[in-house]
C-alpha cells in the first residue's frame, strides 16, 4: 500500500508517525520526487490491514496496490535506475552488449574471446568461474585461478566483468576482479546468498529462474535492494515450458512488462533463451525491440570445442555479424550502441 500525507504535516510529526510505524514492524519507503509525502509501506499483511491509514488523522490518502514488491517497483521510483558496471552505465540511454564464453577455460581461450568481443564493440565481459552444472560430472569451471584471468583480460580489454557467485563464502575473491555479480537462475531464490549479494556494495545481474514468475523476480531483486545495494540489474533467460524445440523459452513479454513495472535495467541473454547458436540473432533483435536495456551473449572462439554451452556459443565472426546487424534496431529503438 502507499499513503499520501497531508501537506500541513510539518518534517518532526512526519519522523515520528514513521518511526511509530517501523515499531511495529513496518517498513515506510519514500516514493522519489514526491517532497517526502508519498510512502510505500511494506510489512505483515495482517499488521497493513489492522492500520485502518484510511482514518488517520495525518493521512490524506491510501493507495491499495497488489505489488508485493516496493523498492523494485516504478510506483516507487518512477525514473530509469542506472547501474555503474566499472565504467559502463547499464540502463541509460546507450544499449550495452556483455559478450564472452560461457564459462572461463583457459588463458589462451579467454583471451581470444575477450579480444574478438572488444573488437566488435561488447562493453563487458562474461565468463564463469563457478559453474552452476545440472551433472556433478560436468566440467565445474577454474573457480580462483579463472577469477584471475578474467581481471586480467579486464584489465588487458577494459571490460568490466560479470562473473556468476555460486556460494557467499566465495565473496571476498571476487572482490576488485569483478564489475558485477551474476546470480545465476537457479539460484534466483536462494535468499542467503541474495542477501550477501546485497551486502557485497557490487552490482548483481539477477537471471530469472527457470520456473520463476516476473513478480518473484522482482521479489528476488527486493532482497538485494532491502540490503542497501541499489544497483540491481535484471536478466530475462527464457523459462521452462513444454516447448522442446529449444532449450528454453525466452520470455519476451517479461522484458516489456517489467519495463513498465520495474526502474531497474533489464538484459536479454539469448544464447540461455534459446541454446541455439543460430536463434541468438532474431532474439537479439526481438530484445531490442521490446525494450532491453542490453544482452548478454556466450562467444567461444571455437564453439564446438567448448567445455560448456557450445550449442548455443557465437564464433567471433557469428558475433561480430550480429553487432553490425543490431546497429540499425538498436537506433530504431532510440538508443546508441
Ligand atoms: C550462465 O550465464 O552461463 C548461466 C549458467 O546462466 P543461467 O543461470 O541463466 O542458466
Ligand atoms: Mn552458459
Keep these: 500500500m502507499f499513503f499520501v500525507l497531508k501537506p500541513e504535516v510539518d518534517p518532526k510529526t512526519r519522523d515520528r508517525f514513521l518511526e511509530e510505524l517501523r515499531a511495529k514492524d513496518l517498513t515506510p519507503l519514500a516514493v522519489s520526487g514526491k517532497g517526502g509525502r508519498v510512502y510505500g509501506l511494506v ?64 588463458e589462451a581461450q579467454l583471451e581470444a574471446a575477450a579480444a574478438a568481443v572488444k573488437a566488435a564493440g561488447a562493453v563487458g565481459l562474461r565468463g564463469g568461474a563457478y559453474k552452476p552444472r545440472t551433472s556433478p560430472y560436468s566440467f565445474q569451471g577454474h573457480g580462483p585461478e579463472a ?85 540491481v540489474i535484471l536478466c530475462e533467460r527464457g523459462i521452462r515450458t513444454f516447448e522442446t524445440s529449444t532449450r528454453n523459452t525466452l520470455d519476451l513479454n517479461s522484458v516489456a512488462w517489467l519495463k ?42 571455437a564453439p564446438a570445442e567448448a567445455l560448456s554451452d557450445g550449442r548455443q556459443s557465437l564464433s567471433p565472426d557469428t558475433f561480430a555479424q550480429l553487432m553490425r546487424e543490431l546497429a540499425p534496431f538498436v537506433e530504431a529503438a532510440g538508443r546508441s550502441l
Design 147 to 231: 577469477l584471475d584471468l578474467l581481471a586480467a583480460a579486464s584489465d588487458r580489454h577494459g571490460l568490466p566483468v560479470v562473473t556468476e557467485l555460486l556460494d557467499a563464502t566465495d565473496l571476498d575473491l571476487f572482490r576488485g576482479k569483478v564489475g558485477a555479480l551474476q546470480i545465476g537462475a537457479r539460484n534466483m531464490q536462494n535468499y542467503p546468498l541474495l542477501r550477501a549479494a546485497g551486502r557485497s556494495g557490487l552490482p548483481v545481474v539477477l537471471k530469472r529462474g527457470l520456473s520463476a514468475t516476473v513478480e518473484e523476480l522482482l521479489l528476488a531483486a527486493e532482497y538485494i535492494l532491502n540490503e542497501g545495494n541499489p544497483n
Design 43 to 106: 510489512g505483515p499483511s495482517s499488521v497493513l490491514e489492522s492500520l485502518a491509514l484510511d482514518r488517520h488523522p495525518l493521512i490524506e490518502e491510501v493507495i491499495r496496490d497488489s505489488a508485493p514488491y516496493k523498492r523494485a517497483s516504478r510506483a516507487m521510483h518512477p525514473d530509469d535506475t542506472v547501474v555503474p558496471v566499472g565504467p559502463v552505465r547499464i540502463g541509460g540511454e546507450r544499449f550495452v552488449v556483455i559478450a564472452g564464453p560461457c564459462a572461463v577455460e583457459s
Design 260 to 301: 513498465l513495472h520495474t526502474h531497474l535495467p533489464v538484459l536479454l541473454d539469448p544464447s540461455h533463451g534459446t541454446g541455439l547458436a543460430e536463434l541468438v540473432a532474431p532474439l537479439a533483435k526481438a530484445g531490442v525491440a521490446v525494450g532491453a536495456d542490453g544482452l548478454i551473449i556466450e562467444v567461444h572462439p
